[in-house]
């Protein structure tokens, strides 16, 4: 196999020399001989995006570790192996924003880091752009801390020259720390049994590896949280400092504090805010200067509203709101406040919570459906309650009466059974009560799905052009179709 593979190489090669005329990468006037493949070269050449491998931050929003590839022909890289960071993370973005003291890229010389305890090294960035990574810094030709030591010594399998050569590198912290774990490794045969370690050598362990420490399911001394713990915006308020009711805050990469990208100003208008605002306004450069006050997901609630309101022409808003464009604007009403417990302006419920049918009540005090047949949940605008679950009060013989009134009565046949008489019959049913309604559309239905049959299973008219459908679908229905009658029935 080897043998094959070698002469494969070697013919590839010679045809590649033969191709650049006889290993020359110029033309016989000078100039870059456009058949030699660029791709692979180190540079980024025309009609390339990618050369070779770069750290995951150079690639795009990542944090730092891991590498991004390039595939075969430098058109796109492979960012398969690194993590994104959250959208709302302004660490990797090449430039420095508040809070944060370097970029990723960036480093300082270990000298120049407050406290003056290192001379020699250079420190990153790290990977939340909030202070330096002190790694490489030392005060001699030592630089490795007490990780690299364990690290390194895993790797030797037990051989104890490269488990020297390991501690020999590490700076004077980082083989006094490496000293006192592996003693206490003993009771776990040695440094390799993690989980022992962390169970047993607790203190020596994370002593060495301190940025494991974070993470690890526990608040250690030092920390406020846990890695990737959340937390509502609104519990972190100080005198100083408030965020609306929305939201969570993320536990940093050091347990050390809260990172409140997602938070949102206490002081940042609301989507109804946003509206009222722009009623003031005289042109778009004013409405413009409200939403910019906002936040994207209230602004996206504003603007579907304002997309209904112009799409349906109002002349006044509020009708619209009222109206049309209701559901849009109790969306943008209740946006901040729907589901936070609370009934606050403009909500009447809360999400998730119902009510019997019958205790939802007209401007008169009177029931408007049936009690003890369904019940009512909150939307999840918290404006209203879905009544779909609910019925009115018609009894099947009143019901059958606002189709002769409203839909002109039943269908004489098939043809006469159009989708507008459909949705008019299915608007009186749906004020029937409970039996009232399952009588009446009982019986509707019953006749469309009807289809007359003779002895040999031949099929006959269907429906409402078949007289048999009509005369079985009362015997099979609703042989009585109730008739009392209820003074909240319209019929």
């Known amino acids: 196999m080897k043998k094959i593979l070698g002469i494969s190489v070697f013919v590839f090669c010679m045809m590649l020399l033969v191709s650049c005329g006889g290993g020359s990468s110029s033309s016989e006037n000078g100039e870059a001989d456009s058949n030699v493949p660029k791709c692979g070269n180190g540079k980024i050449d025309e009609g390339e995006v990618c050369d070779g491998e ?9 944090y730092p570790e891991g590498k991004a590839t390039c595939n075969s022909d430098c058109t796109a890289r492979d960012t398969s192996k690194c993590m994104a960071r959250d959208p709302n993370d302004n660490c990797g973005n090449f430039q420095i924003d508040s809070g944060e003291s370097c970029e990723q890229g960036n480093t300082k010389p270990c000298s120049e880091l407050q406290g003056g305890s290192f001379t020699q090294g250079d420190a990153a960035c790290r990977r939340d752009c909030r202070g330096w990574n002190v790694e490489n810094c030392s005060n001699g030709g030592k630089i490795r801390p007490c990780s690299y030591i364990l690290d390194c010594v895993k790797k030797c399998a037990g051989d104890a020259s490269c488990e020297s050569s390991c501690k020999a590198e ?20 040695g440094v390799a049994d993690e989980e022992c370690l962390t169970n047993n050598c607790y203190d020596q362990y994370y002593a060495c590896n301190p940025n494991q420490k974070c993470g690890n399911g526990k608040i250690d001394e030092g920390e406020i949280c846990e890695n990737k713990e959340t ?10 400092k408030e965020w609306q009711p929305i939201n969570e805050a993320v536990c940093n990469s050091e347990c050390s504090g809260w990172d409140t990208y997602s938070c949102v100003d206490i002081n940042a208008l609301t989507c109804f805010q946003v509206y009222e605002c722009a009623q003031e306004c005289a042109d778009s450069e004013c409405e413009a200067a409200c939403i910019a006050k906002t936040w994207p997901a209230a602004k996206a609630k504003y603007d579907t509203m304002k997309e209904c309101l112009t799409k349906n022409e109002c002349v006044v808003d509020e009708e619209c709101m009222n109206g049309v464009c209701k559901f849009q604007a109790d969306a943008c009403k209740t946006h901040l406040t729907c589901g936070n417990g609370n009934i606050d302006n403009y909500e009447i419920c809360e999400k998730g919570e119902h009510i019997d049918c019958g205790d939802i009540k007209d401007s008169d005090g009177q029931s408007m459906y049936e009690a003890n047949t369904g019940s009512a949940y909150c939307n999840q605008n918290c404006t209203e309650y879905g009544v779909t679950m609910c019925y009115r009060f018609c009894s099947c013989s009143e019901v059958k009466a606002c189709i002769d009134s409203e839909c002109g009565g039943y269908p004489n046949s098939n043809a006469e059974n159009t989708d507008e008489k459909k949705a008019c019959m299915e608007e009186c049913e749906s004020w029937g009560s409970k039996i009232g309604k399952g009588e009446a559309a009982g019986y509707r239905q019953l006749i469309e799905s009807c289809c007359e049959q003779d002895n040999q299973g031949n099929v006959g008219a269907c429906g409402w052009d078949s007289s048999t459908c009509l005369q079985n679908a009362p015997s099979q229905a609703n042989a009585t179709c109730g008739t009392e009658d209820n003074p909240k029935c319209p019929y």
Not at 54 to 62: I, K, P, S, T
Not at 170 to 189: F, N
Not at 231 to 240: R, S
């Open 170 to 189: 590490g700076t004077d912290q980082g083989a006094s720390l490496y000293a006192d774990l592996e003693k206490c490794a003993a009771s776990c045969g």
């Open 231 to 240: 937390k509502p915006c609104q519990e972190l308020n100080t005198a100083d």
């Open 54 to 62: 770069v750290a995951c931050w150079e690639a795009g929003h990542f």
